[in-house]
């Protein structure tokens, strides 16, 4: 019977991320060697000499390898490996820890007043506890009826509430007005331009027609972004991917049941472009089940010359600390601070939107 786990690709596995982390290299050594001692040999084989202990006898086998291939040929992921995996990349946590660090605000989240679980006073407050300066309500926009988007009208009755709770807040925390706006099918953005003006900071998405053909799509996003109204592309190919922690579920989740939804087809290079000429930020959303854009295109944004607004697309309050995962992709693609306009203090960041090209 195959065993089935391969205890040689356990071990080489052990080894390289413990090259990668650059650690001394007998303990790498320990790990390769072992991989070589037991290279073509019959499986039936490895499971005796591990069931009656005499893999240690081979030259090149020592306690702990010895350990790797029992667990291996147990079926299960050797604890070496787990723990390895577990803490492997220090330094880029550091990185990721100090993006978020640097993180003063988020530009989009939800209230009861659109698709979220919770009030916006509820949602400010969870945002002064983490320690933002601002928090930039984006409810959605009229086409989004499944979101119970806002009219012109409920908007504006928004943005009176918005200034009432914050007359109430603590001192060095406000809510910045804004909106997630639909980006319809011919480019133009879902809301008033007077009201589109008014904002704070516009979010525009796609949320329709997601699967249109690439030049369809291209040209939809092209002209999203060349609207000086729009300030952060959300959630840019549209994607679900289908992995998701457990326990990450809320009040606020209707409409983002796990489910999978593959990227929208466009031009990748044509938009950022489009939007590093224009200075529209790429936003970095941090939803588990989003993780959009993928790391390639985070990348591609990166060498486009975009910025980035690193974003938590919050439905409640506790998904205002997903911001991490976010930071942590962003940190893997190289994306510095002084890329990420949600670095920036609400003043600096309200005189971006309103100065923008
Ligand atoms: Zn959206
Ligand atoms: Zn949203």
Redesign the pocket.
Known sequence: MAPARDPIADLRRIAFLLERANEATYRVRAFRSAAKALAGMPAAEMTERAANGTLTELAGVGDVTARCVAESLAGEEPVYLRRLVATEGSDLDAEATALRAALRGDC?T?SDWSDGGSPIEEMALAAVELGHEYLVL?D?SPRLTVARGLTADRLRRQLDHVAQVNSALPEGFRILTGI?VDILADGSLDQDDDLLARLDVVVG?VHSGLKDERSKMTRRMLAAVANPHLDIL?HVTGRMVSSRPAGVTGPGDRGHRARTRAESDFDADAVFAACAEHDTAVEINSRPERQDPPKRLIRRALEAGCRFAINT?AHAPGQLDWQRFGCERAALCGVSADRVVNTWSAEQLVAWTHNRP
Do not use: A, L, N, V
Request: aromatic letters at 0%; glycine letters at 12%.
């Open positions: 989009h939800h984006t959605h997630e998405s959300g697309d």
